[in-house]
């Protein structure tokens, strides 16, 4: 073979390499371009990060975090109130009143991480209420709670998150023992509440299941000296309060997410003392369905806007709500 043979099969060898090599480089970057960026949005991920603006009772936050969350909430409250009125000695008449209470309630609520497993939270709502079939009307500070989030045990990857929770209602607004029956609206309960339960949560890529048990146990109010329609009211002991609910969340978009939740309550019986009888109220069982939607401002900022109505006569009719976190110098969510 002449020096032009191998000058020419050096060449064709060459090529064939160059081109082997071209091909192994166009793989390589197909590879790197649909592999996963750390700066890309992760579905999981994101999805939880909706799930904590919509469910803050389900979630934790990190040592040292803090969280200050604006809420707005509607209901519409309409119920005919049966009242037995004392007429004559041991005579007693049944007065039927019809109320409509539209209940407006701008809220602040303060999560603050003492640890990485413990959060600690604390609500602020100021209450504006008007029953319009009555044309009256309150505003005032509503019930202040506080609540710990403890989660026992750590997160675990296809495994469902428990958090056990405590929280303890002060009767910070107007109680409807202190005030008019005939002239007034409460804006609070009028007794102090301490609770417990615990929250549960299971991401299943693109859906958040969740649901909660819980117990509260409501004080008895004494002193109260009350006049309802000729009698005096001089004690309360308010029934106790089993919670339950349960819901999913989904997300359609990196952006948009739906969420749908039921939630139940079955309170004991009250008891009222009066100066002389006891009367005991049949036990009440409120449900509520309820539907959000979670838009995404901003890679930190969720917007939740919520719809629902009551499912038994102990339930409001109506019910809509607003939350967004606040950016504060100081306060901003870390």
Same mark, same amino acid.
């Given at each position: 073979?002449?020096?032009?043979?191998?000058?020419?099969?050096?060449?064709?060898?060459?090529?064939?390499?160059?081109?082997?090599?071209?091909?192994?480089?166009?793989?390589?970057?197909?590879?790197?371009?649909?592999?996963?960026?750390?700066?890309? *949005?992760?579905?999981?991920?994101?999805?939880?990060?909706?799930?904590?603006?919509?469910?803050?009772?389900?979630?934790?936050?990190?040592?040292?975090?803090?969280?200050?969350?604006?809420?707005?909430?509607?209901?519409?409250?309409?119920?005919?109130?049966?009242?037995?009125?004392?007429?004559?000695?041991?005579?007693?008449?049944?007065?039927?009143? #019809?109320?409509?209470?539209?209940?407006?309630?701008?809220?602040?609520?303060?999560? @603050?991480?003492?640890?990485?497993?413990?959060?600690?939270?604390?609500?602020?709502?100021?209450?504006?209420?008007?029953?319009?079939?009555?044309?009256?009307?309150?505003?005032?500070?509503?019930?202040? $709670?506080?609540?710990?989030?403890?989660?026992?045990?750590?997160?675990?990857?296809?495994?469902?998150?428990?958090?056990? !929770?405590?929280?303890?209602?002060?009767?910070?607004?107007?109680?409807?023992?202190?005030?008019?029956?005939?002239?007034?609206?409460?804006?609070?309960?009028?007794? @102090?509440?301490?609770?417990?339960?615990?929250?549960?949560?299971?991401?299943?890529?693109?859906?958040?299941?969740?649901?909660?048990?819980?117990?509260?146990?409501?004080?008895?109010?004494?002193?109260?000296?009350?006049?309802?329609?000729?009698?005096?009211?001089?004690?309360?002991?308010?029934?106790?309060?089993?919670?339950?609910?349960?819901?999913?969340? !989904?997300?359609?978009?990196?952006?948009? $997410?739906?969420?749908?939740?039921?939630?139940?309550? !079955?309170?004991?019986?009250?008891?009222? @003392?009066?100066?002389?009888?006891?009367?005991?109220?049949?036990?009440?069982?409120? *449900?509520?369905?309820?539907?959000?939607?979670?838009?995404?401002? $901003?890679?930190?900022?969720?917007?939740?806007?919520?719809?629902?109505?009551?499912?038994?006569?102990? #339930?409001?009719?109506?019910?809509?709500?607003?939350?967004?976190?606040?950016?504060?110098?100081?306060?901003?969510?870390?």
């Amino acid at each position: 073979m002449d020096l032009k043979g191998f000058a020419c099969i050096a060449a064709l060898a060459w090529l064939a390499s160059a081109g082997a090599q071209a091909e192994e480089a166009t793989t390589d970057e197909a590879r790197d371009a649909l592999a996963k960026k750390d700066t890309d *949005a992760d579905s999981a991920k994101a999805l939880e990060q909706v799930f904590q603006a919509a469910e803050k009772s389900y979630t934790l936050l990190k040592k040292g975090e803090r969280q200050l969350t604006y809420g707005f909430d509607y209901t519409l409250m309409r119920d005919t109130r049966i009242q037995a009125v004392r007429t004559g000695e041991n005579v007693y008449s049944v007065l039927a009143q #019809s109320e409509a209470q539209h209940t407006f309630t701008n809220s602040f609520t303060f999560d @603050y991480g003492i640890w990485d497993n413990l959060t600690f939270s604390m609500r602020l709502p100021f209450v504006a209420k008007y029953d319009t079939e009555r044309d009256i009307h309150a505003y005032s500070l509503g019930d202040i $709670s506080t609540t710990l989030r403890w989660q026992p045990w750590a997160a675990r990857r296809g495994a469902p998150v428990t958090t056990l !929770y405590a929280t303890l209602g002060l009767p910070t607004g107007d109680s409807p023992y202190d005030t008019n029956v005939e002239n007034d609206v409460s804006t609070g309960a009028g007794y @102090y509440s301490l609770g417990g339960g615990a929250n549960m949560s299971y991401v299943i890529d693109p859906v958040v299941l969740y649901g909660s048990l819980g117990y509260t146990y409501n004080m008895k109010v004494d002193n109260i000296h009350q006049n309802q329609y000729g009698e005096e009211l001089q004690k309360v002991v308010p029934g106790d309060t089993i919670n339950f609910a349960m819901g999913m969340a !989904y997300a359609l978009s990196y952006d948009v $997410s739906l969420a749908t939740s039921y939630q139940m309550a !079955y309170s004991f019986k009250n008891k009222y @003392y009066f100066n002389d009888r006891t009367v005991e109220a049949p036990e009440q069982t409120s *449900a509520i369905m309820n539907f959000s939607l979670g838009l995404r401002t $901003s890679p930190d900022y969720i917007v939740n806007v919520n719809a629902g109505f009551g499912l038994t006569e102990d #339930s409001p009719d109506v019910l809509l709500g607003l939350s967004l976190p606040l950016d504060i110098q100081g306060l901003k969510a870390q």
